[in-house]
């Protein structure tokens, strides 16, 4: 044991190991190439490289303002569509996952970013096309639920306590990756262009990319080989029946009632995507612009997880300290940012953007500089807040079963979130009014946590606190004593 072990584990009043969900066996991971592969960060970098391929380069589209079109209104329908099949999906994808498998779940999840893609280029030969979009959409929000609920059971569950912070920066950082390439390849072959839209060789390179990475789930460990770095077993093999599966989300909601309270700050955690990108980057920026805007964006959200990451798993703080630390990070960046914006926010509206005399900011016109900077610190927000959100459900349980639920009811409340926020601009409310709404969610989201925070988050979450952990095939929770002797 390394001196930093020691003396965090000497700082702990309780216990920092990890019961595993199953039992307390330890076991010890293969040696060699094998145990080097199967190790729970190599996973979780080929789980963040399935995001890279998928979600990272879909963000890299939507961070261009109107999936880099003309016609912004089309591609927020198509969002909206997304996002609510995304938000019904979601709510069930922890059941669906828990019985195909995560890797089988990330596999299907992954088809319908090509699909998504495909329907851009297909715009862009056939102007009449647009409808293939909003059908794209609603295809790729089935597919999304299923996607983002195995990633996050998986990202929560291999990582033991107090090294969770670290896992979720080291996925997004991978993840956000995708966004960064996709936005360059953007910049690159837009740089010389004056218009508003990107030309068709863009959309070609993402929907190479997003093909390739239908195949990485293929690749990874099954999670039941799998072993902690503490040597703690992430599960034991399960084969339930779907009725199991529903009532254990039942279950879920009736043990553990406080995941309600993070409901607003999953509403907005996707919410506030649709003021970023249509109503400022979309609105003030031309094309290349908007490219280098969202290279810059993707690439700050890198470090904004890392050192919420690193913050969340501060050794020297509690767990329950490291919570409420992070929620004070959140609320400050919260009013600083948003305050900032509405500076700017209030000096257009819609229909000074719509004017033909409009003109859209070049990077290279004064006062750039100061618009850049605002929109690095929302990527830091934004990456900050899905960290945060990811940690505080990871606190609440070690259990995949029950995290891959969590999760889903995570993706499902987001896309709920973002559908709305997304059909708002698409009939094209106020801007004002679209960023208020983000404001206002965003203070409520941190207000609603905080008693989550203070009764719920413990500094070790114990067997007794793993219902679904405890259920059987049948659907009976057995006795904690049962368990610990299996």
């Not at 994808?93 to 495909?118: D, E, K």
């Amino acid at each position: 044991m390394s001196d930093i072990e020691k003396e965090r584990s000497q700082h702990e009043s309780t216990p920092t190991h990890e019961v595993s969900v199953s039992s307390q066996e330890r076991g010890a991971r293969p040696g060699g190439l094998q145990g080097w592969y199967q190790h729970p960060v190599v996973q979780v970098c080929m789980l963040g490289f399935v995001a890279f391929m998928g979600p990272g380069l879909f963000n890299a589209l939507n961070g261009l303002g109107g999936g880099g079109r003309v016609d912004q209104k089309t591609s927020a329908n198509g969002n909206a569509a997304l996002y609510a099949t995304f938000s019904v999906t979601a709510f069930f994808a922890g059941s669906i996952n828990n019985v195909l498998g995560p890797r089988l779940t990330l596999l299907l999840g992954s088809c319908g970013y090509s699909l998504y893609i495909g329907s851009y280029l297909a715009t862009n030969l056939h102007d009449n096309a647009g409808w293939f979009i909003i059908f794209a959409g609603a295809i790729l929000g089935i597919c999304a639920g299923l996607l983002w609920t195995a990633q996050g059971s998986l990202m929560l569950a291999y990582p033991t306590e107090q090294d969770k912070g670290t896992y979720i920066a080291v996925f997004w950082a991978i993840f956000n990756l995708g966004g960064v390439v996709g936005a360059a390849v953007a910049f690159g072959q837009n740089y010389h262009s004056t218009g508003n839209a990107i030309d068709t060789s863009t959309y070609i390179a993402f929907l190479v990319l997003t093909c390739i990475g239908i195949f990485i789930p293929m690749l990874m460990t099954d999670p039941r080989k799998m072993y902690r770095s503490d040597g703690s077993k992430v599960t034991s093999p399960r084969h339930p029946s779907w009725k199991t599966e529903i009532y254990s989300l039942y279950l879920a909601l009736r043990t553990d009632p406080a995941i309600l309270l993070l409901f607003p700050l999953f509403l907005a955690s996707n919410w506030f995507y649709t003021w970023q990108f249509n109503g400022y980057n979309f609105a003030l920026f031309n094309i290349r612009t908007r490219a280098l805007n969202s290279f810059i964006y993707w690439t700050s959200q890198i470090f904004g997880s890392l050192a919420m990451g690193q913050l969340l798993d501060l050794w020297f703080l509690t767990r329950r300290q490291r919570a409420f630390f992070g929620w004070g990070v959140l609320l400050v960046f919260v009013m600083v940012v948003h305050g900032w914006a509405y500076h700017y926010q209030k000096g257009y509206t819609r229909a000074t953007v719509a004017d033909p005399s409009f003109h859209k900011m070049d990077f290279n016109d004064k006062g750039f500089t100061a618009y850049i900077w605002l929109y690095i610190f929302f990527a830091l927000l934004d990456s900050m807040w899905q960290t945060a959100a990811y940690w505080m459900m990871g606190a609440m349980s070690n259990d995949p079963a029950k995290l891959a639920i969590f999760t889903g009811f995570y993706k499902g409340i987001q896309s709920a979130g973002a559908a709305g926020a997304w059909r708002a601009d698409a009939v094209e409310i106020p801007y004002i009014n679209l960023f208020a709404s983000t404001w206002a969610l965003c203070a409520a989201g941190l207000i609603f946590a905080l008693p989550m925070l203070y009764s719920r988050v413990k500094n070790h979450t114990d067997l007794e606190d793993e219902v679904i952990a405890r259920m059987d095939d049948s659907g009976h929770v057995r006795d904690v004593s049962a368990v610990e002797k299996m």
